[in-house]
């Protein structure tokens, strides 16, 4: 299980490693501006001077792709660092007020969001806020914070009983010092993992939101969007949604490899996706 796990998270880890490096150095490896357009250079086939070919404004499809990664990566990781921290606050409120009403709030509004489906709060944001970035991050911190509020309570409930922490409370400890110093350390492995695998479901859940234009707008760069923008000419210029999809496909499957490595190296109590709970043995 150990050797099974190291060679998952290494395989993961390592693709993620190679991509996160194209996206980083797009403006060295690509030169071409992915904003420029240029009729006359409309649906050219791969080739040295263009990859991954061009789209139908003549606009090269590999520095695209390479933007696309990293406004994707930025956004779903940024948003997925605030969401896991503000999950761990709510968690950690929840725990303590355990079977109280701030617990029954907390479980009971996470609930609520577990249950409701992505696209459809994108449509509310949209609606009410308007489309763009900042409301695709602020819809995607409201929405994911909820998985991991479940899974630090229940860690925090299991804690709060372990010979380490009452042995704390009895020399004088107060409920910060034990969150800190007793039961946050213990958090951070489970939440790591639990972050790869929510990244991988944000990842599809962005490019998503961006297909139906609730996301990035043009013409900036971004997987989703350029997907939409190849509907018309998929039959003719195939290539154009080929690309962008074996995008998305790559990178989700590097952080399922990653967090199902994690997994199985430091086997976590428990793991909380979007809508089911899990417990490993």
């Given amino acids: 299980m150990q050797c099974k796990g190291k060679l998952l998270a290494l395989l993961g880890l390592g693709l993620l490693v190679i991509m996160c490096l194209l996206f980083t150095m797009a403006p060295m490896i690509t ?29 090269d499809i590999f520095s695209r792709i390479l933007y696309g990664g990293r406004l994707t990566v930025f956004l779903s990781f940024v948003s997925m660092l605030c969401a896991a921290t503000i999950g761990v606050f709510f968690g950690a409120i929840s725990a303590y007020f355990s079977e109280h009403w701030p617990d029954r709030l907390i479980m009971r509004l996470s609930d609520i969001l577990l249950a409701m489906p992505y696209i459809v709060l994108a449509m509310l944001i949209s609606t009410v806020f308007g489309r763009g970035l900042t409301q695709l991050l602020v819809l995607a911190i409201a929405v994911w914070w909820a998985p991991f509020a479940r899974l630090s309570r229940e860690l925090i409930l299991e804690d709060s009983i372990d010979e380490r922490v009452l042995a704390a409370k009895v020399l004088g400890a107060n409920p910060l010092q034990l969150f800190f ?26 490019a998503t939101v961006s297909f139906f234009g609730m996301g990035a707008q043009p013409p900036q760069p971004e997987w989703g969007g350029m997907l939409a923008d190849a509907r018309p000419y998929m039959m003719q210029v195939p290539q154009l949604l080929i690309w962008p999809i074996l995008s998305i496909f790559t990178l989700i499957v590097a952080l399922n490899l990653l967090g199902e490595g994690l997994k199985a190296l430091y086997q976590p109590y428990h793991l909380v996706s979007f809508g089911e709970e899990v417990k490993d043995d």
């Fill in 181 to 206: 110093k007793e039961i946050l350390p213990n958090l951070l492995t489970p939440i790591t993992v639990q972050m790869t695998f929510e990244m991988a479901s944000m990842i599809a859940s962005l």
């Fill in 31 to 59: 030169p071409y501006n992915p904003l420029l357009n240029d009729s006359s250079q409309a649906f050219l086939p791969p080739s040295w001077q263009h990859l991954f070919g061009t789209d139908h404004f003549g606009r």
